[in-house]
């Protein structure tokens, strides 16, 4: 088994992906900073806002999981999601300054259209990829996507504060619209037809809550999306910072600077941290990260929070990959792994939504961005972070790996 990237398809979908991002952007960050600014610091509105779309992206992340499995319709569902995204992006720019009246409602048609495209994704990264070759595969996709994140925001956040025709906004979803046509093109791909597959989700589960190491990782998943990874932080940090320096432009500068930190971390990452290494990463980055994190809330000055937010940025990076590679690789030790590869990603999903919206339903709680109240949540970030910690690290990829040698046909040929 290679650890090299060679199926050619991921080279499309590796593409596919970084365009999607660059294309949402426009909608994770602009349209939360907007509601931010237009509903006067309503934090309970922004936190139900991103409630609404989360529970919707997870309702058809499972309900559409039986169609992508059969191979012959992905790029039916790719086209679907990717479509109506564009859709909605059109008529958002028509409906600009009226976009306030109806963002519960933009919450729901985005979240459902989002959850059709990240089960197809996660399907198709899986299959294209191998137990040896997912932590290059990973390396490269976060590089790609930091990199997006340099570009994008710096550029969108220079066309809104200057307000060009006085079409600031309307210009940046404009440019998300190009992103997103892109993608709809380039994540197109062959496959072979094949008879129809049946789903096994209440036996998958049973399995995967039986196994010792993916039902660790299964939680530490769960726990990284409330602590951790990107749902809340991206939410909260971008809005802290902006109620404190008050411009786009300057959140948007902050921002690139950020992700052009944490693609050195995804960078040496790819190159220099094989899959046998993970262990003393994790610990060693959660370590440095739970100090950033703890300086950023200490230290509650506009450039001290901006120096902790681009160091614990560059952290993460050294937890979230290896996270992301253990996650699906442990899914190799259940022996016809091949044949529940899309339950497995509903599981996940399941056991990650619970975490993934409770940071939502605790921001809804608080009625200021003020520091001593959201430092509370910012332990609980820091105290869950140590559990998923001490969990993941208990995962040995290479006890994994001689178990699975044990069985050759389990493994994806070259």
């Keep these: 088994m290679s650890n090299k990237l060679q199926d050619k398809r991921i080279l499309k979908i590796l593409v596919s992906n970084a365009f999607l991002r660059a294309g949402r952007i426009v909608f994770k960050l602009f349209l939360n900073l907007y509601i931010w600014k237009q509903t006067e610091g309503d934090i309970k509105f922004l936190a139900l806002f991103n409630i609404i779309y989360l529970t919707f992206h997870w309702a058809t992340f499972i309900g559409f999981s039986s169609i992508v499995k059969q191979s012959s319709r992905r790029n039916l569902s790719h086209i679907i999601s990717i479509l109506w995204y564009i859709i909605i992006y059109s008529i958002i720019i028509f409906l600009w300054p009226k976009i306030i009246d109806y963002a519960f409602l933009f919450a729901m048609i985005l979240g459902f259209f989002n959850g059709i495209y990240w089960i ?43 307000d060009f025709f006085s079409l600031g906004y309307e210009i940046a979803f404009t440019i998300g619209v190009l992103f997103l046509i892109v993608t709809l093109f380039t994540g197109l791909e062959k496959f ?137 690789n442990v899914l190799h030790k259940i022996k016809d792994y091949k044949n529940r590869r899309v339950e497995y990603m509903v599981v996940r999903e399941v056991f990650l939504f619970v975490w993934r919206i409770s940071g939502f339903f605790l921001l809804y709680c608080i009625d200021s961005l003020d520091v001593n109240k959201v430092k509370y949540i910012f332990y609980m970030m820091i105290f869950l972070t140590f559990i998923a910690v001490y969990s993941l690290s208990r995962i040995d990829l290479d006890r994994v790996e001689k178990d699975l040698k044990k069985d050759e046909k389990d493994f994806i040929p070259d």
């Design 192 to 328: 072979e037809e094949r008879e129809k597959e049946k789903t096994y989700f209440v036996d998958t589960f049973k399995k995967c809550v039986k196994d010792k190491d993916i039902f660790r990782s299964l939680y530490t998943y769960t726990l990284s999306w409330f602590s951790y990874s990107n749902t809340l932080l991206e939410v909260l940090i971008p809005v802290i910072i902006f109620s404190r320096v008050g411009r786009e432009l300057d959140v948007g500068l902050i921002v690139s600077v950020f992700s052009l930190i944490s693609m050195w971390g995804a960078y040496l990452f790819w190159r220099f941290v094989n899959y046998t290494y993970y262990r003393g990463t994790i610990i060693v980055s959660w370590i440095l990260y739970a100090l950033c994190l703890w300086g950023f809330i200490a230290f509650p000055y506009t450039s001290t929070m901006i120096i902790f937010s681009s160091l614990f940025n560059f952290f993460l990076v050294f937890f979230n990959l290896p996270q992301k590679v253990i996650s699906d």
């Design 120 to 162: 197809n994704y996660h399907t198709n990264a899986f299959e294209f990829t191998n137990f040896k070759n997912r932590w290059n595969f990973e390396g490269i996709k976060n590089t790609l996507q930091i990199l997006v994140w340099i570009i994008v925001p710096s550029l969108i956040w220079f066309i809104i504060t200057f």
